[in-house]
Every structure is written in C-alpha cells, then in structure tokens.
C-alpha cells in the first residue's frame, strides 16, 4: 500500500472516549485498512485452527468463512496478510508457549515483565449447567423435548476434543454437502450431525414421542411425523397466565437478571378478539408448552427453524434489503397491519398511529391488530398469520435471543435470515410495533 505506514489521520481526544485512550493518535494507512475490515475479514481469521497466530507459521491461514467464492478467500488472505505483518512488528501481545517436562496435560503461558499463566487440558472455564435458562425458568418447568441438558452435558464431558475444531468442521461440512443459509439448522443440529459423520460411536439423542391430537396437524419430515398446533391464542394463553404462578414468578425471577422480562402482557394482548393469536415473550411460550405438557401428557415444545422452513407456506415476497420501502405494499401485504393507541395521562386512548416505530411515541400504549388478518394455510391447511408485523417464536434461545419467524417473508421477523437475526426474548417486540406469538408441536409415535 502507498500510505501504508504514513500517518493519514490524525486525532485529538475529545469527551466520551475511554480514559485509557491517549491524547493524541496518529493512525496510518495500515491502521485504517485492518479497522474497516476489522469484522468482515480480520474476524474470520481469529482463531487457532491453522497457525494465525501462531509464530513462526508453518501452515496457511484458515479461515472461518463459509459459503464464499475464490474471490472472497483471496480478499480475505490479503487483509490478513496485512494483520500479519502489523503484529509481527511487535513482541507486544504474544506470549511463550512452555511446556511442562513430564506432563503433557499442562503448559505455561509466559508473557512480558515475569508474568505468567498456564492451561489444563480439557479444563473447562465454567462448571456445567444444564438450563441456560435460570433463574427465568427452572428446570422442572422446562418442556421435556426441550431440555437442551443431554447433548449439552456430553460436549461438556467428552475429552480429547477441540470443541472449535468440531464446530468449524461441522459449519464446513453443512456447506460442502449442499447446505445454505436458508437451511443452516443452528449449531446444536450440526453438531449432532458432524458427530455423527465423523465419531461412528455416536448416536443422536430421540425425541420424546406422542399419539395423534385433534387439533394437531400432521406434518411428514425427513424420518418423522411432525404434529402442529395452530397458534396458540389470546384466550388460552390468558387462561394460564392468569390461572398460575408463572404470572408473579417471571417478574419476580426476571428482577435478578440484566435483560427483564417486559411485564404488561396486557398491552399487546387485551385490546384483540381472544380468538386471535397470542403476543407473548419467547419465556412466556415456553412456559405455557410446559404447562400444555403437564395438562395432556404431550411432550410439546416449540418448532425449531429448521422445521418451520419446512412447513410453512410459500413466501409472499422475496425480501431485498436495497429496495424495501416500509410503506409500501407488495402482492397485497403493507407493513402498517397493526396499530398502536398511545394512551394519555388521563387513561383515555388518544390518537392511533400506524408508526412503523412506536417507541418514537409519547407516552404509553397498546398495540392491536389493526385490521382483519391475513391468513395463509401451508399444504397440510394449517394456517399462518401473513402480515410483516407478526412473527412465531422458535427455538433455541442462545445468549438472551430467540429466532422469530416471519411468514410473509419466510425470514426473521426482523427482516433477515432466521438463524442469524434474532429478537430479544425477554420482549414481546411491542416497542418495535410487532407482535410475536408462537405454536406448539412434538413429534408423533412412529404409528401415528
């Protein structure tokens, strides 16, 4: 690069910046190039899968992409190299590798100024729980088929595995064979399936299994018979909301946590016919699928995105970021299907707007279906609200987000894909002028 180590940019601190930060920086045409790509490229390349960062490096970099074309790779070892040669300039960062004579379970770490550390094979940074979901929800209020301990517990007690390694080859392995990001199941399915592939001693966890329902609609998968409920309503949520402890309990656990679960259920529930679906948080739906459970003795839990891909109806419209204008109507579907009532002081309903955003509103409110719905039915002729303001919950929740699908779109409810996109699940979305609620499935006994 021309500029690559003449200053290009010089900067003065100002207020709001860390105190750490210097008074003056001068940054080079280095500096900026490794900053502008600092996530789309130099990322991938943070790891210890080939020799990244390690000195000397006797092997090429390996890089954590997927699905990219040789031009992607070629772009992204060029930015690399660059990372490479900066941190090469200097001792500042790495650290000696030392390892212990006789003991091939533990090595030194040995920085600058004397200090030091060391790692234990197949330590673990944290000990084991098997329900990511507490104090929210406690275990014996977890639905049975959706209790995550068991595959969790044998990746966290198998020994002699890179856990990066499995997930890189597993990630690698769903592209290779045909996989896109429509299809990318999350990493607990691909996990499984790497194990699968790859450790021949490794046999999938089965499904708690249940008879033919009624109201459940028959869906046949890959291997299964899949039964789907239609969406769960405002009368049978409110129900159990207000029928149980959960209705005190999720406010009250909620309180220890850093992200709250949104309390006034009513908001975005009592202002609709109570045959109309339920808008809930992504706790809330768990709670009532093991409520559901303990009422009928059906092992109830939520679709997982793989599944709802494969049984929900034809997208209406073909979302593209670059074109989409939020108030404009395509294939008779608009953005404005619900309507928020801002609530004044006096308790009276003020104006209503169809703001996409109405958090931007003064005061309270409650959100409602604003006109009468837009209803599709899949092959099997289970319906689906097809409007862009309401998605269905799904599962997994990972790191406080819960995917939140869309049928309109066949994508996240906020507008990307649905593996990737995700919606708080502490939050039922009013804020945003959405609505999320969700339907209950489990899989069939094999005569079903």
Not at 24 to 31: I, K, Q, R, V
Not at 99 to 106: A, Q, R
Not at 399 to 405: I, L, N, R
Request: glycine fraction near 8%; hydrophobic fraction near 35%.
């Amino acid at each position: 690069m021309e500029h690559a180590n003449q200053t290009v940019l010089s900067l003065d601190k100002e207020s709001g910046w860390d105190n750490e930060a210097p008074d003056h920086l001068d940054l080079s045409g280095t500096d900026l190039l490794l900053q502008a790509f600092k996530f789309e490229y130099i990322a991938y390349g943070f790891n210890l899968l080939g020799d990244n960062l390690v000195s000397p490096a006797s092997r090429p970099p390996e890089f954590r992409m997927y699905n990219y074309n040789q031009d992607d790779l070629a772009f992204a070892n060029q930015i690399f190299d660059v990372f490479r040669k900066e941190i090469e300039r200097t001792q500042e960062g790495w650290v000696e590798i030392v390892p212990f004579p006789g003991n091939n379970n533990i090595v030194f770490l040995k920085g600058p100024n004397g200090k030091f550390d060391w790692v234990v094979r197949n330590q673990r940074d944290a000990a084991f729980s098997g329900n990511p979901y507490y104090p929210i929800l406690r275990s014996d209020e977890l639905p049975t088929a959706m209790k995550p301990s068991a595959f969790k517990a044998h990746l966290y007690f198998m020994t002699g595995e890179w856990y990066e390694r499995l997930e890189h080859s597993a990630e690698t392995r769903h592209y290779e064979e045909g996989g896109s990001t429509a299809t990318w199941p999350g990493y607990t399915k691909l996990l499984q399936r790497e194990l699968v592939a790859a450790r021949r001693n490794y046999q999938r966890p089965t499904s708690p299994k249940g008879g033919q329902v009624g109201n459940f609609v028959p869906h046949r998968l890959d291997g299964y018979c899949l039964m789907v409920s239609p969406l769960v309503t405002i009368r049978e949520f409110w129900h159990f909301f207000e029928n149980s402890d959960w209705r005190n309990d999720r406010i009250e656990r909620s309180s220890n946590c850093s992200s709250k679960l949104e309390a006034d259920l009513s908001a975005v529930n009592l202002h609709d016919d109570d045959l109309l679906p339920t808008s809930v948080t992504w706790f809330d739906a768990v709670a009532f699928c093991r409520h559901y459970e303990k009422q009928t003795g059906l092992p109830v839990r939520l679709l997982e995105v793989e599944e709802w891909q494969k049984i929900s109806p034809t997208p209406l419209y073909n979302l593209n970021h670059e074109s989409l204008d939020e108030t404009e109507e395509y294939d008779g579907v608009e953005w404005s299907d619900l309507t928020w009532a801002v609530t004044g002081g006096d308790g009276l309903t003020g104006g209503e707007t169809s703001h996409r955003y109405p958090e931007t509103c003064a005061g309270g409110g409650f959100l409602r279906f604003g006109k009468e719905l837009n209803w599709t039915e899949n092959h099997q002729g289970l319906p689906f609200v097809t409007v862009v303001d309401f998605g269905e919950w799904l599962d997994v929740c990972t790191d406080g987000y819960a995917p939140a699908a869309n049928a309109v779109t066949g994508q996240a409810l906020m507008t990307g894909p649905l593996e990737r996109d995700k919606c708080p699940a502490h939050l039922t979305m009013r804020r945003k002028g959405l609505k999320v609620g969700f339907r209950l499935c489990y899989v069939a006994q094999p005569d079903a």
